[in-house]
């Protein structure tokens, strides 16, 4: 594809030959046909030693990234152009409408003619699939689900009864939506499983990753907001609600009944207990447990940096006897109290 092309479709400003480009490639291993970009200042260095034919640069860095033989296209954010050009160069296979044979479909289930059913697909009852759905092999949608447009499921996506998922939605492969939420009652000498009759409702553009849980509701339904992108390996108990435009990063997990505000973030192996709110636009750190509200927007951490065993360990028997040290501490702040107050009475 010619850089005038990527211009007309993108927008940007060219500086340089109009060159082919076949591919895109990382800053450092980037070769005379390829395009690649400059974000972070810190990759100046490989900036100077890079090959690539064509650098996506912010008009700022222009100096820097000038080279012979190099065309540059110069935009406000050189990473988010970067992702549109990746798009651009790697359009989704043509849809192939229509239900593979070896599909086992209700036959009061609804599919739109333009969408595309692969083989050992399964649709219950009153299944609901609307216009250019992509459902790959062994995807499973119990009784009442309901799809909207454009919704693509990968390999071995279940989604149970009466789930809702929205336009523009993409499911990874091993996902489960709509699972029974961890609803259990104390019974003399036993758990009394408590029936999850809610449902899990997914808006529209949302994106979520491999191998992640989201559990109905007990009553009410979990929500997945519009424009919210969920991770890998992530789990998102019963009642919860996720908010706009927030993004999740694996491995994180999110007891019932918690509710995450628009816009926010979350690093991987973040761990949230139940029952919480977190406030709109807040970022919290990998690995961080957050056992209260967040009411504040803010960055949040809490996770203790690395360090050697050997370090750790004399910390942790510091940490052990941290009580003693802070009862010594008020014990000393109320003699040195004590000595002043003499001080004062003596003059």
Known sequence: ???????????????????????????????????????????????????????????????????????????????????????????????????????VVDASAEVAKSSEIGPLVSLGRGVVV?????????????????????????????IYHGCHIGHRVAIHSGTVIGADGFGLAWDKDHWFKIPQTGRVVIEDDVEVGANTTIDRGALSDTVIRAGA?????????????????????????????????????????????????????????GGTLVSKSIKKADNYASSYPMSTAKDWMANAVHLRHLDRLVDRVKLLEKELSQIKNKEGQAE
């Not at 260095?45 to 640069?57: D, F, K, T």
């Not at 062994?138 to 996506?157: F, I, K, S």
């Not at 992108?229 to 009944?257: F, M, P, R, W």
């Open 130 to 158: 609307g216009e250019r759905c992509r459902l790959y092999p062994g995807v499973v949608l119990g009784d009442g689900v309901v799809l909207g447009d454009d919704v693509t499921l990968y390999p071995n996506v279940t």
């Open 229 to 285: 992108k969920i991770d890998n390996l992530v789990q998102i108990a019963h009642n919860c609600e996720i908010g706009e435009h927030t993004a999740i990063a694996g491995c994180t997990g999110i007891a019932g009944s918690s509710k995450i505000g628009a816009r926010c973030t979350l690093g991987g192996a973040v761990m949230m207990v139940g029952h919480i709110e977190v406030a709109d636009r807040t970022h919290i750190g």
């Open 1 to 103: 594809m010619k850089l005038s092309e990527i211009i007309r479709h993108l927008g940007g400003e060219l500086i340089g030959e109009d060159r082919e480009i076949v591919k895109l490639a990382p800053l450092s291993s980037a070769l005379a046909d390829e395009i690649t970009f400059l974000a972070n200042p810190k990759y100046r260095r490989e900036l100077a030693l890079s090959s690539a034919s064509c650098v996506i640069v912010r008009a700022d860095m222009l100096d820097e990234a000038a080279a012979p033989g190099r065309s540059l296209i110069v935009t406000a954010d050189p990473y988010l152009y970067f992702a549109r050009v990746a798009t651009l160069l790697n359009p989704v296979p043509a849809l192939r409408p229509g239900i593979d044979a070896r599909a």
